[in-house]
């Protein structure tokens, strides 16, 4: 693994999506490709990033990868550039195109010394992916961590016709009320990750013990691994 904002890992089992994505297919300088585009700016040397890995079943695929801040300042709304790559290191998949949601291409809050995990659930190709790369870009930083607190209940997983959802609640430990709180989890299973998903909560209340309930469909078999969710407050 790499550090410095940049890390890649290699996927040999991952074979299809549902649907190839054309634009999204754009390789380098996808980031600059129009108003709503990602803008990465500089390579941020304060988040290390790890674990970077697909994930995939037929007709989806992941990529989980672990952040840390490893200044003491809390860093906020930090920018993320995926890019999945297959045979010939040809570009299938970017997420540095305008239209995707924010919790797809950043991460609003990472405290100083502190690690979350993160998950883009909607790569979209319909080619063999065999390597991820994640690049962390510059965000704001700030003093201290004005975030509310959170914290998630402990998850249970049920299976239907062979996809795994995990169900869990959202809970509040402040009285800052949050909106579209992304919540990534991932599941380990010898020190490998063998599942991953997301959620974005819409509504949280603003008072301590308030909680919202939420599913994630995981890509990938979660079967006898350990469940670990990181949900991320807006920067206060």
Same mark, same amino acid.
């Given at each position: 693994?790499?550090?410095?904002?940049?890390?890649?890992?290699?996927? +040999? +089992?991952?074979?299809?999506?549902?649907?190839?994505?054309?634009?999204?297919?754009?390789?380098? @300088?996808?980031?600059?490709?129009?108003?709503?585009?990602?803008? /990465?700016? +500089?390579?941020?040397?304060?988040?290390?990033?790890?674990?970077?890995?697909?994930?995939?079943?037929?007709?989806?695929?992941?990529?989980?990868?672990? /952040? =840390?801040?490893?200044?003491?300042?809390?860093?906020?709304?930090?920018?993320?550039?995926?890019?999945? =790559? #297959?045979?010939?290191?040809?570009?299938?998949?970017?997420?540095?195109?305008?239209?995707?949601?924010?919790?797809?291409?950043? &991460?609003? /809050?990472?405290?100083?010394?502190?690690?979350?995990?993160? $998950?883009?659930?909607? $790569?979209?190709?319909?080619? @063999?992916?065999?390597?991820?790369?994640?690049?962390?870009?510059?965000?704001?930083?700030?003093?201290?961590?004005?975030?509310?607190?959170?914290?998630?209940?402990?998850?249970? &997983?049920?299976?239907?016709?062979?996809?795994?959802?995990?169900?869990?609640?959202?809970?509040?430990?402040?009285?800052?009320?949050?909106?579209?709180?992304?919540?990534?989890? $991932?599941?380990?299973?010898?020190?490998? &990750?063998?599942?991953?998903?997301?959620? $974005?909560?819409?509504?949280?209340? #603003?008072?301590?013990?308030?909680?919202?309930?939420?599913?994630?469909? /995981?890509?990938?078999?979660?079967?006898?691994?350990?469940?670990?969710?990181?949900?991320?407050?807006?920067?206060?």
């Amino acid at each position: 693994m790499a550090s410095c904002g940049l890390a890649a890992i290699s996927f +040999a +089992a991952c074979q299809s999506t549902e649907q190839e994505s054309a634009k999204l297919a754009r390789a380098g @300088g996808a980031q600059a490709a129009g108003p709503a585009a990602l803008e /990465l700016g +500089a390579r941020n040397r304060s988040v290390r990033v790890s674990q970077v890995t697909l994930v995939g079943e037929p007709g989806r695929v992941a990529v989980a990868a672990r /952040l =840390t801040n490893t200044s003491t300042r809390a860093q906020t709304n930090v920018p993320l550039l995926v890019r999945v =790559t #297959g045979r010939g290191g040809k570009t299938l998949y970017t997420n540095g195109t305008g239209g995707i949601e924010a919790s797809l291409q950043r &991460i609003a /809050l990472l405290r100083g010394g502190q690690s979350a995990w993160w $998950v883009d659930d909607q $790569v979209l190709t319909s080619l @063999g992916a065999s390597a991820a790369r994640l690049r962390a870009g510059t965000g704001s930083s700030a003093a201290g961590a004005g975030a509310a607190s959170l914290s998630t209940s402990a998850p249970q &997983i049920a299976q239907q016709a062979g996809v795994a959802t995990l169900s869990a609640s959202l809970v509040n430990h402040s009285s800052t009320a949050q909106s579209k709180v992304p919540v990534y989890a $991932v599941a380990v299973r010898g020190g490998q &990750i063998v599942a991953a998903g997301r959620a $974005v909560v819409p509504l949280l209340p #603003g008072r301590p013990g308030a909680s919202a309930p939420f599913q994630i469909v /995981l890509v990938g078999n979660p079967a006898g691994a350990s469940l670990q969710l990181d949900a991320i407050a807006s920067a206060g």
